[in-house]
Structure formats: C-alpha cells, structure tokens
C-alpha cells in the first residue's frame, strides 16, 4: 500500500456547507471502512499562516500565506490505496463530496 496526499483546493474562505460536511463525513466513514484512511482536517484560512525560514541564522517569522494565490489547500486527507488507479478513484470520491477540487500526490517512499 502506498500513501497519497489529497489536498482540498479552494478559491474562497468559505466553510463547508452542512450539506458538504455531511457528505464528508459519509466519505470518511467509508474511508476508514476501507482501510484507506490514515489522516484528515481542514484548514483555517491562509491568513493565519505563518512563513518560517530558519536558513540562515536567527529565523525570521513572515505573517500570511506562502503564496499569494487565487486557491489555496483548504484542508487534506492522507490515504492508503493499493495503486494510483484506486486513488484517483478515491481523489475523484473526494472532489465530489466536498464540491472541490483535489490534488492527489504520493508520498515519497525510502
């Protein structure tokens, strides 16, 4: 089984709707029924964020987003899938129950 990133994309910071929500958790139910469920959450808006860079000495803290960007990662799931065909499948699941777009990437293995 190989790990795989799904990132939640989003061009507002609007929450979830109580009929998205539901439909998220119908899917992460079925996720850990599965077995392909490892992690979830959902993001607070990237004006929280703070940038760190520890390179060069003393670390300097920036307030905002990495990115100035129309989208952003609104939240993220981490599954287990058998192949990359079962997660596409499982990112397109994800896409719709959230009613966003989803980037699917696979974890680097050692």
Same mark, same amino acid.
């Given at each position: @089984?190989?790990?795989?990133? @799904?990132?939640?994309?989003? +061009? ?12 998220? +958790?119908?899917?992460?139910? !079925?996720? !850990?029924?599965? &077995?392909?469920?490892?992690?979830? %959450? ?11 860079? %520890?390179? &060069? ?5 920036? +307030? %905002? ?9 609104? &939240? ?16 397109? !699941? %994800? ?16």
């Amino acid at each position: @089984m190989a790990q795989y990133l @799904m990132s939640v994309l989003f +061009d507002s910071n609007d929450l979830a709707t109580d009929e998205e929500m539901a439909a998220i +958790d119908v899917f992460n139910t !079925q996720l !850990q029924a599965d &077995g392909h469920w490892v992690f979830a %959450g959902g993001l607070a808006s990237p004006d929280t964020a703070t940038v760190i860079d %520890g390179r &060069g000495g003393e670390p300097v803290f920036t +307030d %905002g987003p990495y990115l100035e960007s129309k989208e952003h990662v609104a &939240g993220f799931w981490i599954i287990e899938a058998a192949d990359l065909d079962v997660a596409l499948r499982l990112a397109a !699941q %994800g896409s719709q129950s959230c009613n966003r777009r989803v980037e699917l990437r696979p974890f680097l293995t050692a």
